[in-house]
């Protein structure tokens, strides 16, 4: 095997890679063009690589001969990269590219596959409820459905979303966990969505704007691919839990969790375990939520007068442990509290009220008399 050393040439007419072109190295490298290396060093070093038979290119930040072009045309192939990335790094960024090609294929996201098969597969196993029926099934189920619920409006709605309080990271790891098998997307996407809904609330930026009707709100916008794709191109608005690693972990292995949940489940009771406690319960909370979205902006009595159409809807916020006080909440994101009422049941609030006489949550914001004072009250 012949190789041909090439030496740093001084001569005006020769020919030099721009940083556009290629990347400029600031060490000693070396490459091989098909059957033949290429070698380039710094003055007095002189360094030697057998050839491999790779097709990459490596420069330097010296001018070098014509004779690499026309080297490189007659191989064919060219592949620049920067050698001055160490093992450790090349290692981290091909575990990251695979964990985010793992998150992309199982991505259950509103607008994606698995979120749009999620509901007609949660509603027909529905229909065998009345043949699986029995009472620790439908026990299960309503515990499962409390421990998911809590964990939406827990964690992915006043802690996550708004910031309304503050907890020790075990335990808002551990509420963010329960909320994920609502089965209603990982933390990172649905805090995502609700934050742009706040931003634009009843516009047709909304991605589950009421004025394109009650059904679009309650569930057509998890089948608006365009309106999915015009919300994957807008900028983060969740740098504050893209950088936490649990949180990213969810969002690449969101699929698998509810698969073992399943598992569990039918190794403990079988399939009139599935039917009641993925089947049922997941379909009952969602719809319970997206009444949130849908009748809570459409039904009901308006305490302040918002901008936008939100309304307090007693049935809904006895269903979603106090989500249905949705007046208040539109009035005062901030608040940890959305019955701000005595008579307004809020079982969410009761539990951050709990947990802050024991010291777990801190921060806890709520509205003060003048900012109702001074507010939108009717």
Avoid at 230 to 254: G, M, W
Wanted: aromatic content about 14%; charged content about 15%.
């Amino acid at each position: 095997m012949a190789c041909i050393s090439v030496w740093a040439s001084p001569a005006p007419k020769s020919f030099s890679f721009s940083r556009q072109t290629f990347p400029l190295l600031r060490q000693t490298q070396s490459s091989t063009l098909g059957s033949c290396s290429i070698y380039t060093r710094k003055l007095g070093e002189n360094l030697l690589n057998k050839c491999k038979g790779r097709r990459y290119l490596y420069t330097t930040s010296k001018r070098l001969s014509p004779c690499i072009v026309r080297l490189a045309a007659m191989a064919g192939e060219m592949r620049a990269f920067d050698d001055t990335q160490t093992p450790q790094e090349g290692a981290k960024q091909e575990r990251v590219g695979f964990w985010t090609r793992m998150g992309k294929s199982l991505e259950v996201v509103p607008g994606s596959p698995g979120f749009m098969a999620m509901i007609p597969l949660t509603h027909l196993l529905c229909l065998f409820a009345p043949f699986c029926f029995s009472w620790d099934a439908v026990g299960l189920a309503l515990g499962l459905y409390i421990i998911s619920g809590l964990g939406v409006t827990l964690s992915y709605h006043r802690n996550l979303s708004h910031r309304s309080y503050k907890l020790p990271k075990w335990l808002e790891y551990f509420f963010a966990y329960c909320g994920v098998h609502a089965f209603q997307g990982d933390p990172i996407g649905w805090v995502s969505n609700h934050r742009y809904h706040h931003q634009y609330v009843d516009t047709k930026k909304d991605l589950h704007s009421p004025i394109e009707g009650f059904w679009y709100s309650h569930v057509g916008w998890i089948y608006d691919t365009k309106s999915a794709n015009e919300r994957s191109e807008r900028p983060t608005n969740v740098a504050d839990l893209e950088n936490q690693f649990f949180y990213k972990f969810i969002h690449n292995t969101y699929v698998i969790h509810h698969i073992i949940l399943a598992t569990l489940l039918y190794a403990i009771g079988g399939f009139p375990y599935i039917v009641w406690g993925m089947g049922v319960r997941i379909a009952l909370l969602y719809h319970v939520t997206s009444f949130v979205n849908s009748a809570c902006h459409q039904w009901g009595n308006r305490a302040w007068n918002t901008s936008d159409l939100s309304t307090n809807n007693w049935l809904i916020a006895l269903l979603s442990f106090g989500e249905g006080w949705h007046n208040n909440h539109h009035a005062f994101e901030f608040s940890a509290r959305h019955g701000l009422e005595w008579y307004q049941l809020d079982i969410t609030w009761s539990i951050v009220w709990a947990l802050q006489a024991v010291g777990l949550a801190t921060d806890v914001k709520l509205p003060t008399n003048a900012q109702k004072r001074v507010g939108f009250q009717k």
